[in-house]
């Protein structure tokens, strides 16, 4: 049996035991900062202690851990010779300059010899020790002075020499010496780097290359040819070339070289040249003044597709490739395009782009490898987009133009659709040809799509574009304005069964289709643009606002079109009723009559509809139809009255539907409100006239909610009702100097506040008696006035003072009454 030790030994136990395990954490952690100072000593080359002997000092100052540089030796080593070359070639910069003139030419010669001689040969010393970042500073040093002999050599024997020559033969001598330079450092090194490979892992760490001449001397090259060209005079083509043929050695070099550096000057030249030559090109043939220089400068463009082709050809990264390929292809395009806009009329310019972006596609894919395939597509695409967005101008102004009919309805009737849609929007330039453009890009999307996994997004590209086509069609052949209206007609209708074709595919695909909706807001956007074009002329806007109530109706009944149809069949046939009162000429008032057949056709719409998601925008539809009556009848109070009436009926067959029982309180105040426009007709000014139906309602509503409800509040059931008449007729009773009104509006209040003292009733008894209250005292207020200017002033505060009094006295008395009182006025309802 386990027998456990009493509480306070178990505690010093614990304690013993925690002290010792503190203590060997202590040492264990002395030996873990002993190592890790071991091991970065021997990182930094620096001789570690013996591992099989003890070391003679233990590290000093247990439980601190031991110091690590902030910066490797390397690193240090490296900024200190980059500094170091940087500062002595700084120097020579300066003897250069400056203290030149101070010597003869044999002092200047053997100078800058031997330091240049000096320079060039200490690293071949220097990586046979292993000593590759001195061998590379020093090196460095010696090809910066390379560069000062030349100038040297330039300024004492050579100053009748033009300066662009000379510094482009300089530059091609000096970047042929830094290669030869460095493979002739390397080749004199090899026999230490072979010792240094017999001795094994402790001397073949050591770098015996030279990295620095090989990225040095291709970065040079990049300026002889491009000096050359401008020391000769050459002109902007020959310059061009220049620049693409550079671009060409350097893509070559990239291509072929194995070294990083090298490769990455080789790169980056390529770019900056070929993307200069390529936008010198491309000004060159795109400014033309004729085919031939147009030609001359396509050409130039053809060389950098061919540069860009080449390298996306053969270089290994697939994204490198896929870009390089798509500037090829765009550039080929630009090329073409050049000529054909200095060739052909320009309106032809666009079309001729995009017949060579096609063409980019049609190379067999046997003969290309994948990403430049891709590559092309894209440059394809590119253009295809572009020529979209050339076109946009147009459709623009096809889409916004009718709008200006708007402030001049039945002004006119144009005879062209051109003039009819372009009446204040400039007609855009080459614009003939952008039917053939939209229509082209439309079939590509539509061809290419088919079977890929972007086909929904094609599709929906596709039938946009036609759309377009189809819209511009009409100003772009410049019909005459019925047939411009007619063919915009046949467009809503392609586009609507476009939109049923689309809906039933997405009911065989089980899934939602974006060309349903699309179909739909093109069918919505193109009868609005017609609605506009038909203002033009009396007869058109009449005939057309028929046909889209028929057409918008007829699509109605179909289950994806629902939605959108049914509401736009009602506003057209709102636009139409409109149309119709202002044809007869007839006064706003009276076009409002008519404007109400909307809202009860949508009214009897909505309820054949049913729960439909079709329901809910014929009724927004309706409403605002309604709106619309008021707003035109409002001039006319009578007929004002005679519309709210109507509509409360509209309202009130409305709320017979169990879904729309809501409907009822708007047919409630449609009713109150055409009462009161009619009282408002006929001149009626007293107050009880507007209040008393309202009132009337109110309490017939309350006192059949509390025989339902018998808990509701008297305040909820009547409180409302009986203000809406006894607070106006307080107030017009108040200003009013007859007896006549205050008799009555007391005998009222009277008679609500004791029929809320027999029923317990809070709102009749709280709201009669106080009018009751008011009422009293509007009445005796003139005699109160007329006691209170004959008493001295001394009597209001002697009386505030005795009423104070009787109040302390009886405070007690006061409070048990008040609880009383609150009681059983609390037993009210």
Request: charged share 10%; aromatic share 6%.
């Amino acid at each position: 049996m386990t027998t456990l030790p009493p509480p306070a030994e178990e505690l010093r136990l614990l304690d013993a035991e925690l002290w010792h395990l503190d203590a060997r954490r202590a040492v264990l952690l002395r030996r873990r900062e002993w190592l890790v100072h071991t091991l970065s000593a021997a990182s930094a080359r620096q001789p570690a202690p013996d591992r099989g002997s003890t070391p003679s000092v233990w590290p000093a100052g247990a439980g601190t851990a031991a110091r690590r540089p902030e910066t490797p030796a390397p690193k240090v080593q490296n900024v200190l010779l980059l500094l170091g070359g940087i500062l002595l070639t700084i120097a020579a910069i300066a003897f250069t300059l400056v203290s030149w003139g101070q010597m003869g030419i044999a002092g200047r010669a053997l100078v800058l010899g031997a330091v240049t001689v000096a320079a060039l040969g200490v690293p071949v010393t220097l990586l046979r020790r292993g000593l590759g970042s001195t061998a590379e500073a020093v090196a460095g040093l010696g090809m910066a002075l390379t560069v000062l002999d030349a100038y040297a050599l330039h300024e004492a024997l050579l100053t009748g020499t033009d300066g662009l020559r000379y510094a482009a033969a300089a530059s091609a001598v000096l970047a042929g010496t830094w290669v030869a330079y460095g493979v002739g450092v390397s080749a004199l090194a090899s026999p230490a780097r072979e010792a240094a490979a017999r001795k094994g892992a402790a001397g073949g760490g050591a770098r015996l290359v030279l990295r620095l001449p090989a990225p040095l001397a291709a970065a040079t090259a990049q300026l002889p040819p491009l000096l050359w060209a401008l020391a000769t005079g050459a002109g902007p083509h020959t310059l061009t070339a220049v620049l693409l043929v550079t671009a060409a050695a350097d893509t070559a070099v990239a291509l072929r070289t194995t070294r990083l550096s090298v490769r990455i000057v080789a790169v980056v030249g390529a770019c900056g040249m070929g993307a200069s030559g390529v936008l010198a090109a491309g000004w060159l043939c795109w400014s033309a003044s004729g085919p031939g220089s147009a030609a001359r400068a396509a050409a130039l463009l053809a060389l950098a597709a061919t540069i860009a082709l080449v390298a996306a050809r053969f270089v290994p990264e697939r994204e490198i490739a896929i870009g390089s390929a798509l500037a090829g292809g765009l550039c080929l395009v630009a090329g073409v395009g050049g000529v054909l806009r200095a060739s052909v009329p320009g309106e032809w310019t666009v079309p001729g782009c995009l017949a060579g972006a096609l063409a980019l596609t049609t190379v067999p894919p046997t003969r290309l490898p994948e990403p430049v395939r891709r590559g092309l597509a894209w440059a394809s695409l590119t253009v295809q987009g572009l020529a979209v967005l050339w076109a946009v101008p147009l459709v623009a102004g096809t889409l916004i133009g009718p709008a200006a009919w708007v402030g001049r309805i039945w002004s006119d009737a144009p005879g062209g659709t051109r003039a009819a849609v372009f009446a204040e929007v400039p007609w855009p330039p080459y614009a003939a040809t952008v039917p053939l453009v939209l229509l082209v890009v439309a079939g590509v999307q539509a061809l290419t799509g088919r079977g890929a996994t972007w086909r929904p997004v094609a599709t929906t590209g596709a039938l946009v574009l036609g759309w377009a086509t189809a819209f511009v069609l009409p100003a772009v052949l410049d019909l005459p304005h019925p047939a411009g209206l007619v063919t915009q007609g046949v467009v809503i209708v392609a586009a609507l069964g476009c939109a049923e074709w689309a809906r039933r595919a997405s009911v065989e695909a089980a899934g939602p289709s974006p060309s349903h909706l699309t179909a739909v807001v093109l069918a919505l956007i193109t009868s609005l643009h017609l609605a506009l074009l038909s203002l033009a002329s009396e007869p058109a806007t009449i005939g057309v606002l028929v046909a889209l109530t028929a057409l918008f109706g007829a699509a109605g009944v179909r289950r994806g079109l629902g939605p959108f149809a049914a509401p736009a069949s009602l506003g057209y046939a709102t636009a139409l009723a409109c149309a119709i009162g202002a044809s007869a000429g007839w006064q706003p008032q009276h076009t409002a009559l008519l404007v109400l057949v909307v809202p009860g056709a949508g009214a009897v719409i909505a309820a054949r509809l049913g729960g439909t998601s079709a329901a809910v925008p014929v009724e927004v539809t309706g409403t605002v139809a309604m709106v619309l009556a008021v707003v035109l009848a409002v001039t006319d109070p009578p007929t004002l009255a005679l519309v709210l009436s109507l509509g409360a009926v509209i309202a009130a067959g409305t709320a017979l539907r169990a879904e729309r029982r809501s409907g009822g309180y708007v047919a409630a105040v449609l009713f109150l409100l055409a009462a009161w426009v009619r009282l408002a007709a006929w001149e009626v000014t007293t107050a009880e006239a507007y209040t008393l139906p309202v009132t009337a309602a109110a309490l017939v509503v309350g006192f059949l909610r509390r025989r339902r409800d018998p808990a509701l509040s008297s305040w909820a059931a009547y409180g409302a009702g009986l203000t809406v008449t006894l607070l106006p007729s307080l107030l017009a009773a108040w200003e009013d100097r007859h007896w006549l009104r205050p008799l009555v509006l007391g005998t009222a209040a009277l008679a609500v506040t004791l029929v809320g003292a027999r029923h317990r009733l809070q709102a009749p008894l709280v709201l009669g008696g106080s009018v009751l209250a008011l009422v009293a005292l509007h009445e005796l207020a003139p005699y109160i006035a007329q006691v209170v200017g004959v008493l001295p002033r001394w009597v209001a505060p002697a009386l505030a003072g005795l009423l104070l009094l009787a109040l302390g006295a009886t405070y007690e008395q006061r409070l048990r009454d008040a609880r009383r009182v609150r009681e059983v006025f609390g037993r009210f309802r």
